[in-house]
Structures are given as C-alpha cells and as structure tokens.
C-alpha cells in the first residue's frame, strides 16, 4: 500500500491537465439545463470534479503499468545480459581450460615447486606435530576460493644392498683408473677357485703390465696387449694387481685356490663271467662321497653310487671313469683303463664230441645262454648247402649232432655254423652271435 501511495503522490506532484475553454462551457450549459439554479451547478461542479479524479487515476495507473513493464522488460533484459555473459564466460573458460592463461601457468609452476619442495622433503614420520598445511589461493569466476593441502609425506629409502656394492664397486674402479693410469683389471674373478683350474687372462686394454702373485710369491708379468694362462695348481691366494712408481707389488683382486679331494678307483683284475656276462667290478673311495658320476668310455654309465660293474664285450682298452663334487664345490674324477683281449661270443666251444663220457662235451649250446635267463633262437646251418640241420630255443635242448632232415648223426671233423638271437640284448651288446662247431 505505502507504495501505490507514493506512486500516487509522484505522479500527482507537479502535474497539470490541459485547459479546454469550450469542453468547459458545453458543460455548464448542460448542467444549467437539468438544474436550473445554483444546486443545479453544484451538482454538476461535484461532478466533473469526480470525472476529474476519475481521470487522473487512470492516468497514473496507466503510466504506472507502463513504467512496471518498462521495470520488467529492463530486468529480463539484464538477465539475458547475465546469461550470455556467462555463457560467454563457460565458453572462455573452456577455451582457457584447453589454453591456460599467463597466470595460469604460473600459478601452475609456483604449485608444481611447491609439490616438489614438499616431496622431496625428508620426514622420518608422516605423523609427526610439526605438519603444516598450505594455503592456495585459487582464481576462478572472479572469485577467490582458499583451499587447504596437506602436506604429501615419504619415508627415505634405503638403496638394496646389491645397488650399494655396485655403486661402491664403479667408485672403486673410478678411481683405480684415475690413480693407475687408466689400469682397467677384469673384476669379476671367483673369490674361489679348485686347484687346478686354468686361468687366462688377456691384457688387452692396459698401457702398463698386469701382475699375478703366486701363494709362494712368485710374481708372473703379464704385458700390455699380452695374454697368458696359468694351471692354479698351489693352494692358498693368488693375486692380481700392479707395480707402483716404487716398484711394489699393489693387489686389487684375489682368488682363493681350494684343495680338491682325491678320488682313487679299485678294480677285479680279470673279467668274471659268474652269471654268462663278462662283468668288471669297480669301486672308489672315499665312500662318504656320495656323489658320484661314472662313465665307460666317456659315456654315461651310472649315478650316485660308490661300486658299480661293467660289461665289456668287445675286444680292446675300455676307459672306466668316475667323476665327483666334493663340500668345496669343486670337481674330482679318475679314470683307468682296463684291456679285454677277446670278443664276448656267449661262451661257446668250438667242439664236441657226441659219444664222450663227459657229458658236458657230448652236446652243444654256447655257456653263457645256460647262464643267462634271455629268450635267445638258435640254429645249426650246414655251410655245404645252406640248410638248417637243427633249431632250438630252450637251453635244455642242446644240439646232440643229429640233422633234423635225415635223421641220422652229421659227418665227423666237419664245421658246421651256429647263430644265435637274442630278443633282450643287455646294453651295449649286439643282438647276434655267430660262431663253427666241429663235429668230433
């Protein structure tokens, strides 16, 4: 209400209605005429006065809803203005957010070294009173927004030991160059080595010579651009290093050269043919080592065990060898060599004589097919003519001299061909045997 007053009050304040003479005495003619005297006149002086209030009303009201519209109008348009500032803004700020203004990036900068002052920082403990946050101060909107980082926080490392021994170990060479001339020694030696073992070394990269001290403190030169091996056969240290300008021996590297342990092989003297086989019985000491490698003739025979027996078939020198690690960590082996002078032919003679006494001489079949529990064949062909005179596969059935064709006894003083054929040879051994029978 009290502002449709002073709405009322400013429109009607200075403000005048135009004047018209004749509207003014057409009126008063017309209220003369219903009247005819002086309240005739009153009545219509109330009158007009009323229309003009009545007037004068509608006139402000209408001003007023004009100047409201106007009020309306002017505040829908400040807030399009508003609207397509900030959308213009949005756009600007997404144009700004692909390419980052001037303060921007050095707001940007200032945060990134404060992020590495804060990483890289040392604390012992994340937890510790003295934490601080830090206050950045970021623009956005015309506004200024305060926001608060906790401080990021890593414990030190520690580098793994092996990382340690090599920085220490490239220090070490650094300045072995530095102080020897540019001396570059090959670093990576065993710290332990068997006796025996055969050490080379090639002085290639050194102007000056490289010297090998012996345990009995021989000292052996090696020149520049010289190469040289040696069979570490003293036990204790060797070392390897230089001469300084006052000619004394400068060790940089060792090795440590550990006694290997003996290995001794004890064999039978003779092949022994106990069970049909031409077996060779072989032991080694010490026995407590249980790690053992056998080889006949550089082949693998066995393993992990201290005896063993080889059968040897073939005529000629056969190589038995036994190979070990002892607690060092280093190898040890023996060999020998055994001869064997005639062929394995499954024991067979090479006569027999039907009508002996002795009945072991009045059949034929090869001893060791007696001995040996092997499926075999065996066949007695006459070389004559190629025929088969007789054929067996059970060791209890020898041949007695008869030919199987005629029935009768073959001729006397005559040789006849044996072949045997074994279905399970043992390993290393053919799987036929040939041999001549004579008949007595």
């Known amino acids: 209400m009290k502002k449709i007053e002073e709405l009322f009050k400013s429109a009607l304040k200075d403000h005048e209605l135009p004047y018209s003479e004749s509207a003014w005495n057409d009126m008063n003619k017309k209220l003369d005429a219903r009247s005819g005297g002086a309240s005739g006149n009153l009545k219509w002086i109330l009158g007009a006065a009323g229309a003009v209030v009545v007037t004068v009303c509608v006139m402000l009201y209408t001003d007023n809803n004009t100047d409201v519209k106007d009020q309306s109008n002017n505040q829908i348009a400040s807030t399009d203005l508003k609207l397509n500032e900030k959308t213009d803004s949005n756009e600007s700020n997404e144009l700004a957010s692909e390419r980052p203004s ?101 002085n290639d990269n050194n102007k000056v010579s490289i010297w090998l001290k012996t345990p009995s403190n021989n000292l052996i030169e090696i020149h520049s651009g ?130 002996s006494i002795d009945s072991r001489n009045r059949f034929f079949i090869p001893f060791a097919l007696t001995q040996r529990d092997t499926p075999f064949t065996m066949i007695i062909i006459d070389p004559a003519d190629g025929a088969v005179v007789f054929e067996t596969s059970n060791s209890d059935m020898p041949w007695d001299g008869t030919d199987r064709n005629t029935g009768k006894m073959v001729d006397e003083n005559k040789s006849y061909v044996w072949k045997v054929i074994l279905e399970h040879p043992e390993s290393n051994e053919k799987p036929e045997y040939l041999g001549t029978v004579v008949r007595l």
């Not at 926001?147 to 030991?161: F, G, M, N, Q």
């Not at 072995?176 to 540019?182: A, I, K, N, Q, Y």
């Open 226 to 355: 010289g190469k040289h091996s040696e069979t570490l056969s003293e036990l204790g240290d060797y070392q390897i290093g230089i001469m300084n300008e006052s000619d004394e021996f400068v060790s940089y590297s060792n090795m440590n050269v550990l006694e290997v342990k003996t290995v001794q092989i004890i064999s039978d003297e003779a092949l022994s043919y106990e069970n049909g086989l031409p077996e060779l019985h072989v032991e080694v000491y010490p026995e407590e080592i249980n790690n053992w490698t056998f080889t006949l003739n550089d082949n693998f025979a066995s393993k992990n065990q201290y005896s063993e027996s080889f059968n040897l078939f073939n005529k000629g020198n056969h190589v038995i060898g036994v190979r070990t690690l002892d607690a060092n960590g280093c190898n040890a082996s023996s060999s020998f060599t055994f001869n064997v002078e005639d062929d394995y032919n499954l024991l067979a003679v090479n006569a027999f004589t039907p009508s």
């Open 102 to 202: 001037e303060t921007e990036k050095s707001n940007e900068k200032s945060n990134e070294k404060l992020n590495e002052k804060l990483n890289t920082k040392e604390v012992e403990s994340p937890n510790e009173s003295n934490q601080e946050e830090v206050v950045q101060i970021v623009e956005c909107c015309d506004e200024k927004v305060e926001k608060l980082i906790t401080p990021v926080y890593r414990e030190t490392s520690t580098l793994p030991d092996s990382v340690v021994d090599m920085i220490n170990l490239m220090k070490a060479v650094a300045e072995l160059e530095e102080s020897t001339d540019g001396v570059i020694f090959d670093w990576y030696v065993e710290p332990n080595v068997c006796q025996n073992t055969i050490w080379n070394y090639s």
